[in-house]
């Protein structure tokens, strides 16, 4: 088992930044592939970024890429996503997520575990 928890959430000028982290329990957190999603309001979640187990592959989504880096600590068990030169369509919540999905699958269904979310807004 694995509980994951987000923090570093809140409101932003678009251009600005912010670093989100989820920090995970459990022994077996430097196994798994993690991963940041996002969900808007009416929306589906949707896939940020996944990060390997060792961090020597990442993925970005096309509308994040160049902006956000994906990162992570295994010795602290923590995960971190720097967001950069953000906008009003960054405005979301936040989850991380933990499982074995291959670092360049955007989907939702091979994570097992999740964060309960932490809330991004990017004022115009």
């Known amino acids: 088992q694995v509980q994951l928890v987000e923090s570093g959430g809140g409101l932003v000028e678009a251009g600005g930044s912010l670093r989100l982290s989820c920090a995970a329990s459990?022994?077996?957190?430097?196994?798994?592939?993690m991963g940041w999603f996002r969900q808007a309001p009416g929306k589906e979640r949707e896939f940020v970024a996944a990060?390997?187990?060792?961090?020597?592959?990442?993925n970005y989504a096309d509308s994040v890429k160049g902006r956000f880096i994906i990162s992570r600590d295994n010795a602290k068990n923590t995960e971190y996503l720097q967001m950069n030169s953000l906008k009003p369509e960054d405005t979301a919540v936040y989850y991380c997520?933990?499982?074995?999905?291959?670092?360049?699958?955007?989907?939702?269904?091979?994570?097992?575990?999740w964060g309960q979310g932490t809330q991004v807004t990017v004022s115009s």
């Open positions: 997520a933990a499982g074995s999905a291959p670092v360049g699958y955007y989907g939702v269904s091979q994570y097992d575990y």
């Open positions: 459990g022994r077996t957190f430097s196994s798994y592939t």
């Open positions: 990060i390997n187990w060792s961090a020597s592959r990442t």
